[in-house]
């Protein structure tokens, strides 16, 4: 598995290179291979933040909801 480091290297080759790309669509490929590795690079930092963040209050409705359906006309034909 790559390092942090290594993802960062592979994202500055990749973006590095579009000047010299051929094609409009080889531009666009390296644009996102570089935006792909630095997502990469990043992944560990953010789980392990998203991991120690306190976790969101449960919202809980103010009023409790009604058992039946009370408003409701239900016919038998």
């Not at 994202?11 to 590795?37: C, F, I, M, T």
């Not at 997502?39 to 998203?50: F, G, I, Q, S, Y």
């Amino acid at each position: 598995m790559a390092t942090e480091q290594e993802y960062r290297q592979l994202a500055a080759d990749a973006l590095a290179k579009v000047p010299n790309a051929g094609s409009e669509a080889e531009r666009v490929q390296l644009r996102r291979a570089g935006a792909a590795y630095l997502k990469l690079a990043t992944h560990r930092t953010e789980a392990a933040a998203r991991a120690a963040a306190p976790k969101a209050r449960r919202i809980t409705p103010e009023k409790p909801p009604e058992t039946k359906a009370s408003g409701l006309i239900t016919r038998n034909y």
